[in-house]
């Protein structure tokens, strides 16, 4: 079989918004912004009542009556609140069986507390000069620093210009804001600089494709 080489654009920029929640999101409601499954040993999903569980997707905004079900130890999910998306909830799958958890008790939880920049494209904000915040990203990325320590993205984590992200799966993203509120979405598997980013470089990956 012939194979073909095609470039494809892996960076989109994208117009800043003024808040992370969902205009659909009301208080009490929960909203995936950062999501790890192996999916062929498990899954993270949700539901509503009584109703069919759905795969978890980022982006999912589930009802202030819905409840979580994850099932595999290494799995991990991340949620803000409707009304405050400096909150961040995370649920990690359990070391055997399921965690069923509803969202009125993952609420009732003590959420760990993040910032995003609140400057804009005239006045950045000085506190985030050469940084990046991650306010969403879908399966595994890692995250090295000028040091060489590596650690497992999450939302809200700060990512200095010296540092490296490594998206590992085809096909997941990682979204990082900038000092004057834009924000940027990689599409892995990747391996770029967040200099890159920060400087407006385009970045490429190549496929090999069959025909």
């Known amino acids: 079989m012939q194979k073909t080489r095609r470039a494809v654009a892996v960076l989109f920029f994208l117009i800043a918004v003024a808040g992370l929640a969902s205009a659909q999101a009301k208080p009490g409601t929960l909203k995936v912004v950062g999501l790890y499954s192996e999916t062929s040993d498990g899954y993270v999903s949700w539901r509503v009542g009584t109703g069919a569980w759905a795969v978890a997707k980022v982006g999912d905004v589930i009802p202030a009556n819905g409840e979580i079900k994850i099932n595999v130890d290494r799995d991990w999910v991340e949620f803000i609140q409707a009304t405050n998306p400096n909150a961040v909830f995370e649920i990690d799958g359990p070391n055997s069986g399921e965690l069923v958890k509803k969202v009125t008790d993952i609420l009732k939880g003590k959420p760990k507390l993040v910032s995003f920049p609140k400057g804009t494209t005239s006045k950045p904000d000085p506190k985030y000069k050469d940084k990046l915040v991650v306010t969403q990203y879908s399966s595994r990325q890692i995250y090295r620093n000028a040091g060489g320590d590596e650690n497992d993205i999450r939302y809200g984590d700060v990512l200095d210009i010296k540092g490296k992200v490594r998206i ?33 470089q385009q970045i490429y990956k190549y496929m090999n494709e069959e025909k």
């Open 168 to 200: 590992i799966a085809i096909n997941t993203t990682v979204t990082l804001m900038n000092a004057s509120g834009g924000v940027t979405t990689v599409i892995g598997p990747l391996v770029f600089d967040v200099e890159k980013v920060l400087t407006n």
